[in-house]
């Protein structure tokens, strides 16, 4: 079946700094990417939906500027945590999207602690 | 504003049980339902995916069901074992666009 990865698996850091998730579909092409938080014992949450080539779309209350996303490739979205807080700190889950069945598959997780 | 429920919030049960879990959603428009299972500090493993046109869809020991006018989906499994214990998610996709709505999920335990 399709993979993704994330990388990294868990990151801690310091409040005020900033931090990069790699989203990569490994073995398929996904025009279009996801990224969901989730919150202890709370559903998945989408943050964004990312389109390869073009600006990510952001729901509603997800602040742009301080959740970078990019999407350079046809393998690999990126979510930048800009001065990150520790309110900040939470599961980010990525998915990419196949084309051929409109199926999402979804990555391991990144697990992001800011002290 | 799609909204999906699971109940219950958790679920324990003795080892070789057959067990059913709940989902409910607000709008019946939706393209498809797709259960998903998640280990503890793990991303998400697909189960099941049924399509709008559907009513069921089996996978070994899971059975899934849809009634997408009451909007209710049923998760079956039968002869639960430990290996099962996970927390389940169900989600699903609005008719207009490619976003899935989760439930905050179904924690099983499935106890020796």
């Known amino acids: 079946g399709a993979v993704v990865s994330q990388h990294p698996s868990r990151v801690i850091c310091k409040s005020g700094t900033s931090v990069k998730i790699e989203c990569r579909s490994l073995d398929f092409q996904a025009t279009t990417m996801f990224w969901y938080r989730q919150f202890p014992k709370q559903s998945l949450m989408l943050m964004a939906t990312s389109n390869e080539g073009s600006k990510a779309t952001y729901e509603q209350g997800v602040e742009k500027d301080k959740f970078l996303i990019n999407h350079a490739s046809l393998t690999l979205s990126t979510l930048t945590v800009t001065s990150a807080h520790p309110e900040d700190s939470s599961f980010y889950i990525c998915?990419?999207?196949?084309?051929?069945?409109?199926?999402?598959?979804f990555g391991p997780g990144t697990r992001l602690t800011v002290l | 504003k799609q909204e999906v429920t699971q109940i219950p919030a958790a679920l324990s049960v003795p080892e070789g049980e057959n067990l059913v879990l709940n989902c409910s959603f607000t709008?019946?428009?939706?393209?498809?339902l797709q259960w998903f299972r998640q280990d503890p500090g793990k991303g998400l493993t697909s189960l099941l995916l049924i399509q709008s046109s559907q009513r069921e869809q089996t996978s070994g020991r899971l059975n899934a069901s849809l009634d997408k006018s009451s909007g209710r989906s049923t998760l079956y499994i039968a002869a639960s074992q430990p290996g099962d214990s996970a927390t389940y998610l169900c989600?699903?996709?609005?008719?207009?666009?490619?976003?899935?709505?989760f439930g905050k999920g179904t924690l099983l335990t499935v106890n020796p």
């Open positions: 989600a699903v996709r609005g008719g207009s666009n490619y976003k899935l709505t």
């Open positions: 998915s990419g999207r196949l084309d051929l069945t409109d199926t999402q598959y």
């Open positions: 709008d019946s428009a939706i393209y498809n």
